[in-house]
């Protein structure tokens, strides 16, 4: 939605890390998520962050969050040719269910 | 199942034709979401039930649109009267409770075509 923003194409050769940005306005968003959607399949949550945090790692993903700015970003290290995909960024407030997401940013891995 | 299923996978119907989608979630799932897809956009919010209530209907555009999950497991989504910008990808997500930490388990969506 217009309410978080993210770059639409990103292009990174195998083994390179990739970085995805996301910028949203919602000051009140307290969870802001990655989902993965692979064609022919469904989005797949990669991971989340709480909005009290600055960083969150989890494997080969890092997530870093700059509340002041109202900027999020995924790295992805050693990227893999399975990692093409396009990547959503999203987020709630905290009395909401209801995600708002991006229109997503296409991640072509080449070799 | 082990997933969350949509049937059919692809529709092609022709404008003002009514339209049904079929929503299969997770087992023991009690919360179930729509969201649509429109081409080059994320999803957007259509309705979310927990249990058999609409607990948030906010997102459904019109009154063509209606969902139901008379049993708290299944849920269909109807559309009267289809227009072309009805053209989608709507997407059904479940997760185990109503909460906000976006454990939202998508199925592969039911593409849409009006022509």
């Known amino acids: 939605g217009e309410d978080v923003e993210q770059s639409l194409f990103l292009s990174v050769r195998e083994g390179d890390s990739s970085v995805i940005n996301c910028t949203y306005t919602d000051s009140s968003s307290t969870y802001l998520y990655w989902y993965k959607q692979e064609p022919g399949a469904g989005l797949q949550l990669l991971t989340y962050i709480f909005s009290n945090m600055d960083m969150k790692q989890d494997q080969r993903l890092t997530v870093l969050l700059n509340k002041k700015d109202k900027h999020l970003s995924l790295r992805i290290a050693d990227t893999q040719t399975g990692d093409s995909a396009i990547y959503f960024c999203?987020?709630?407030?905290?009395?909401?269910?209801?995600?708002?997401f991006g229109a997503g940013t296409t991640v072509t891995v080449r070799a | 199942g082990a997933g969350v299923s949509q049937t059919p996978s692809n529709k092609v119907t022709e404008k003002g034709k009514y339209v049904e989608l079929r929503c299969d979630p997770i087992?023991?799932?009690?919360?179930l979401y729509w969201y649509r897809q429109s081409l080059g956009q994320g999803p957007e919010f259509l309705i979310y039930f927990q249990g058999t209530g609409a607990a948030d209907d906010s997102g459904l555009p019109n009154d063509r649109f209606f969902a139901v999950r008379p049993e708290g497991s299944v849920s269909t989504l109807k559309i009267q009267r289809t227009e072309r910008g009805d053209s989608a990808v709507y997407l059904c997500?479940?997760?185990?409770?109503?909460?906000?930490?976006?454990?939202?388990?998508f199925g592969e969506g039911s593409r849409l075509t009006v022509l």
């Open positions: 087992s023991g799932h009690t919360a």
């Open positions: 997500a479940s997760s185990l409770g109503g909460g906000i930490t976006g454990e939202l388990f």
């Open positions: 999203a987020e709630t407030p905290s009395n909401d269910y209801k995600l708002s």
